[in-house]
C-alpha cells in the first residue's frame, strides 16, 4: 500500500518534464471546470553528513511549499515558496509563481518565474527533495550553481504537436542577474532579452522513453565588467520503466565576448541510474548510482573566475519507509579542479504533505 501511494504522487509530480512539470500535481493536466480551486504540497527535509577532513554534523534542508489554484476551466496558477537557512537566519523565497492559460493541448501559455526548461532534471524535480531519487541533484544543475540559470522569469508556450509525441516549449524573458547564479526578478538590466527553445519526444509505443533538448540564448555579464553572448545546448535521454530509471544529460555552454574575439566553451554531463527491488520484503528500497563530470575551460570570460572542473561518482540506497517519507545513505567521491578526490556520506530524511481544498 505505501508503494502504491508514493509511486502515484511521484506519476503524477513527475507526469511531465515541459512546462507543465513546473506545476503540481493537481494542474499538470487539463484544469476543471467545476470552480476555483486550491491544492498544494508541503516538502521538508534533514540531513546528516561526514566529509572527509571536516566535522560531522546535522543540517535542515528546505521547507518548501507548493500551491496550485484551478481558477477556472482555462486557467491555472502555481507558486512555489522555500525556507532556507543562510549564515545565521532564514530566508523565504518565491522560488515560482506561474499563471497559465490553456487554449487547448496544443497551445498553452503562461508568464512568471519558472524553473529554465534547459535541462530535464531541473524541470523534473524542484526544490521538494522527497520527489527525486538521489539526495541532491547533480552539480552542473543544483541550485545556486551559475553553470546554468536554473530560474527564468517571463513569458512561455507549450504544447504538444497533434498526432504527433512532439511536445515543444519557447519563451523570453529577463537573463541572468549580475552574479550570474540568479534571475532578474525586477527587469533585464542590459535589455537583452533571453530566448529558450526546448522539445522532447515520448514515442508511446517506447513507454517510458523520452529524448530531447534545448537551446538558451542571451548577453550576460562577464569577469572582466563586460558582456558576452552566452549559448546553452543541452541534450538528454530517460527511460523510465517504473522500477529502472535511467537518465542521461549533456550541456553544452559557450561564451563569446560581445566586443568580438574566440568562442569558449564548457561542458557538463551525468548519467543517473535507479533500480527499485521486486516485490517482497525490499520492495520499498532503490539502490542508485550517478557518475557526473564539468569540463571549465581556465579562459572562460564568465565561468574562469567562479568554476573549476568536477567530477562525482555516486552511489546510494532510498528507503521509502513510508508512502510520503523517505530515508537516504548516499556515499559520494567529489574530485574539484586539480585536488584529491574527497569522500562524504550523507543520509537524509524527506517527507511530501499533500493539502487540498476548494473556494
Known amino acids: 500500500m505505501r508503494r502504491s501511494i508514493t509511486l502515484a504522487i511521484a506519476g503524477l509530480a513527475l507526469v511531465s518534464t515541459g512546462l507543465s512539470a513546473q506545476l503540481s500535481p493537481a494542474v499538470t493536466g487539463q ?31 528546505q521547507v518548501v511549499a507548493h500551491a496550485n489554484g484551478s481558477l477556472s476551466e482555462h486557467v491555472v496558477f502555481f507558486g512555489e ?77 507549450e504544447g504538444h504537436v497533434p498526432g504527433t509525441p512532439l511536445h515543444y516549449m519557447g519563451g523570453v524573458g529577463n537573463g541572468r542577474n549580475s552574479s550570474g547564479v540568479g534571475a532578474q526578478d525586477g527587469g533585464d538590466a542590459n535589455g537583452n532579452r533571453a530566448v529558450i527553445l ?87 528500497v532503490t539502490p542508485y548510482a550517478r557518475w557526473e563530470d564539468t569540463d571549465i575551460d581556465a579562459a572562460d570570460p564568465v565561468f574562469g573566475a567562479t568554476l573549476s572542473n568536477y567530477e562525482a561518482l555516486v552511489a546510494g540506497v532510498r528507503y521509502d519507509f513510508d508512502g510520503l517519507a523517505a530515508l537516504k545513505s548516499e556515499y559520494r567521491s567529489e574530485t574539484f579542479g586539480t585536488g584529491s578526490a574527497v569522500s562524504s556520506l550523507v543520509v537524509q530524511a524527506s517527507f511530501a504533505i499533500p493539502v487540498g481544498g476548494q473556494s
Open 31 to 61: 484544469a476543471v471546470s467545476t470552480g476555483p480551486t486550491i491544492q498544494g504540497f508541503l516538502f521538508g527535509d534533514a540531513r546528516y553528513v561526514t566529509t572527509e577532513g571536516t566535522d560531522p554534523g546535522f543540517g535542515l534542508g
Open 81 to 157: 515558496l522555500s525556507l532556507s537557512y543562510r549564515g545565521s537566519s532564514y530566508v523565504t523565497t518565491v522560488e515560482r509563481a506561474i499563471l497559465r492559460y490553456d487554449f487547448n493541448d496544443a497551445v498553452k501559455v503562461s508568464v512568471g518565474r519558472y524553473h529554465t526548461p534547459i535541462s530535464y532534471w531541473n524541470t523534473a524535480y524542484h526544490h521538494g527533495l522527497w520527489l527525486q531519487g538521489s539526495v541532491d541533484r547533480p552539480r552542473a544543475v543544483t541550485f545556486g550553481t551559475n553553470f546554468i540559470p536554473v530560474h527564468f522569469v517571463g513569458a512561455m508556450v
Open 198 to 284: 526546448s522539445g522532447s519526444v515520448q514515442p508511446i509505443d517506447l513507454g517510458g522513453f523520452r529524448v530531447g533538448g534545448g537551446m538558451y540564448l542571451d548577453r550576460v555579464p562577464d569577469s572582466g565588467a563586460g558582456e558576452t553572448d552566452e549559448r546553452i545546448l543541452s541534450a538528454h535521454a530517460v527511460w523510465n520503466r517504473g522500477m529502472l530509471e535511467v537518465v542521461a544529460e549533456y550541456i553544452d555552454v559557450s561564451h563569446e565576448p560581445a566586443s568580438g574575439g574566440a568562442s569558449l566553451g564548457s561542458s557538463a554531463y551525468y548519467v543517473h541510474a535507479g533500480v527499485r527491488l521486486p516485490s517482497g520484503p525490499l520492495e520499498d
